[in-house]
């Protein structure tokens, strides 16, 4: 919306998020132009059916229809995928499979309007071009062809260089143990590099074409691609000059090290990673409170440390992640490694499950030491192979089993192979009726009074009217972003690495404590108008963990059993838990929203600061 409202192609920052300091996005325009090309084809429509639809009407329903587009494009590819491990009769079977990868299939969702699917799908064609190089089927083709899909994804953002890293090895790899592919390798480097240099053209204005940025598209990304390209040409020298495997090997390795201290010594805070030049105090109060940006393995160590105090959750906790996360990609992983090393002797059937017991283990393996959102990768990967075992478990059952028994056999083998882990399971534990929208797109996750947003959205856009202006609203970063959708107000705080600022004064404002001289602060300096938050989450805001206050009283409100603190021990609390519980300082008056909602919004006098 704001680049058809009026925003440059290249000016991308936010205005409406943080609006005292410019923040931008870390992806291009790339995921906006098929957006905005769906848009002006719905507001066509309505001109020429004279539909009252303004503009954010027609936002909402290209953002609801779009991200099944891709996700057609998602099934058509790994249909191709997986046609030269299953066949080509049983290759469709993979579009059934797809959507029991939760992590996956969220990334293509209806209202999904994100840069993560564009980069899915290049990770899957670079994947689809890989397999035929391995296989030897136009290899030089295909390796131009990773190189574009691989420099594409690269204009969407950082989360591509681990498919970058592994897809250089895994190629290296091939080339070495073959004595072939050197060339295609090459091709793979240049179209790589080019592409790069390219889109650094469209994507970046010319006063910021040469700056270094780790996190979004700058010409960092293109030294990058430059030193893959390089790395590749020097390989392809070296395998003219010899075949021997071993001093291939040794002078790949040699090369890469030196191409890495090289970049090292240039932009030494990269050895950080994407994020080196966020600000350091996100690494203590924001990246610890974002589930999908925390390793595996803390997840499993914050679920064996509250054993004691509840083990029931825990236990529901640990075979959530594993059904919803895990169970698709171990399987996978496994699945391959067995065919590689013990069930497969045909060559070139081994090599198809090499690269997937590879990329599959490799997005593993990271998900556990870094961000558990990788998963998404290892999933894409390991789906194929469990997608291959089924039909071909089921076809070895009639050598055992008969009748009845086969049917049996065959309805407990699919079950439990697929619905049972992945969808009943979850869906017990977290007490939703079989988990329909992550298979179909309908229902809802589970209820809780801060996930209904429809009365304060409707509240907030009828303020917006009669106020007349866009007011300026402090609320817990976990609403932001569909208020901003759906409302015209501008917001501090939201869960985005590069509104630091926003973040820090939301915590530092939703802790306040004693007299509140820091919240006024923030507030007089930033031009507050409303203060907004959820009862029942109101710690969202603090991005605290541990209970703030031990001593409560049980009261009956509306019938209902509630846990009270006590007063003594509120006046102490933070102005977040204050305001939840209906203690606002003088500075804050509380409106009232003429609909029933667990959210409470407070006007500040400004007056008063």
């Known amino acids: 919306l704001n680049w058809v409202g009026g925003q440059s192609w290249f000016d991308l920052h936010l205005p409406r998020l943080y609006p005292q300091h410019l923040i931008t996005m870390h992806w291009g325009r790339l995921p906006d132009s098929p957006l905005a090309g769906f848009f002006f084809v719905l507001r066509m429509l309505a001109i020429f059916f004279r539909w009252q639809a303004e503009a954010q009407s027609l936002a909402m329903l290209t953002a609801f229809l779009w991200p099944p587009v891709l996700l057609g494009l998602l099934l058509f590819l790994m249909r191709e995928i997986a046609r030269p491990l299953m066949g080509k009769a049983r290759a469709p079977l993979i579009c059934f499979f797809v959507p029991l990868c939760t992590q996956l299939i969220f990334q293509f969702m209806p209202m999904r309007v994100d840069h993560h699917a564009y980069i899915l ?76 240099f390219l889109i650094l053209f469209i994507a970046r204005a010319p006063d910021q074409r040469w700056g270094i940025e780790y996190d979004a598209f700058s010409f960092f990304y293109v030294i990058l691609a430059g030193l893959v390209a390089g790395y590749f040409t020097l390989l392809l020298g070296a395998a003219r000059l010899t075949k021997n495997r071993i001093i291939l090997s ?16 240039a932009y030494p805070d990269f050895i950080f990673g994407p994020y080196a030049k966020a600000n350091p105090v996100l690494e203590n109060i924001f990246f610890p409170n974002i589930r999908e940006a925390i390793p595996l393995l803390k997840s499993w160590a914050d679920i064996g440390e509250s054993f004691n105090r509840s083990p029931n959750q825990s236990v529901g906790g640990a075979l959530y992640y594993i059904g919803t996360r895990m169970f698709i990609s171990v399987a996978g992983i496994v699945i391959s490694l067995f065919m590689t090393f013990r069930g497969c002797k045909n060559p070139r059937r081994k090599r198809l499950w090499a690269l997937y017991a590879f990329f599959s ?66 869906s017990i534990i977290n007490q939703n009726r079989f988990m329909p929208d992550m298979l179909f797109f309908l229902g809802k996750a589970v209820d809780t009074p801060c996930n209904n947003r429809i009365n304060v959205v409707a509240y907030l856009r009828d303020l917006a009217e009669r106020e007349k202006k866009t007011a300026t609203i402090m609320a817990p970063m976990d609403y932001t972003p569909a208020l901003m959708f759906y409302t015209s107000q501008n917001y501090i705080a939201a869960p985005y690495h590069r509104n630091d600022r926003g973040i820090l004064d939301m915590v530092m404002f939703f802790r306040s404590k004693a007299k509140d001289e820091g919240a006024r602060a923030i507030a007089k300096r930033l031009g507050l108008d409303y203060v907004l938050l959820c009862k029942a989450s109101y710690f969202q805001g603090t991005l605290s963990r541990s209970p703030e206050i031990q001593n409560v009283r049980i009261s009956m409100v509306n019938n209902k059993m509630e846990a009270v603190p006590e007063d003594a021990d509120l006046a102490k609390a933070s102005l977040g838990m204050r305001l939840a519980y209906g203690k606002a300082p003088g500075w804050l008056q509380q409106r009232d929203i003429p609909f029933e909602t667990d959210f409470v919004i407070f006007q500040v006098k400004k007056k008063k600061l």
Not at 252 to 265: D, E
């Open 250 to 265: 040794a002078l790949a390795i040699f090369i890469s090290l030196c191409g890495v201290a090289a970049l090292l010594r």
């Open 121 to 196: 799908l290049s990770a899957a064609a670079a994947f689809f071009c890989l397999q035929g190089m391995a296989l030897h089927i136009r290899t030089k083709y295909l390796g131009v062809l990773a190189g574009l899909a691989l420099g594409v994804a690269m204009w969407n953002g950082a989360e591509i260089l681990p498919m970058v890293v592994f897809f250089c090895l895994a190629l290296t790899a091939l080339a070495i143990l073959e004595r072939k592919n050197f060339e295609s390798a090459a091709l793979f480097g240049f179209s790589f590099m080019i592409t790069n």
């Open 361 to 426: 283990l490799a997005y593993g393996i990271l998900t556990m030491v870094w961000q558990v959102r990788v998963i998404t990768y290892a999933q894409l990967f390991a789906v194929a192979p469990l997608c291959w075992l089924v039909p071909h478990y089921l076809a070895q059952l009639p050598r055992h089993y008969q009748g009845r028994k086969l049917f049996t056999f065959e309805v407990l083998t699919v079950f439990a192979l697929t619905l049972f882990p992945v969808i009943l399971i979850p």
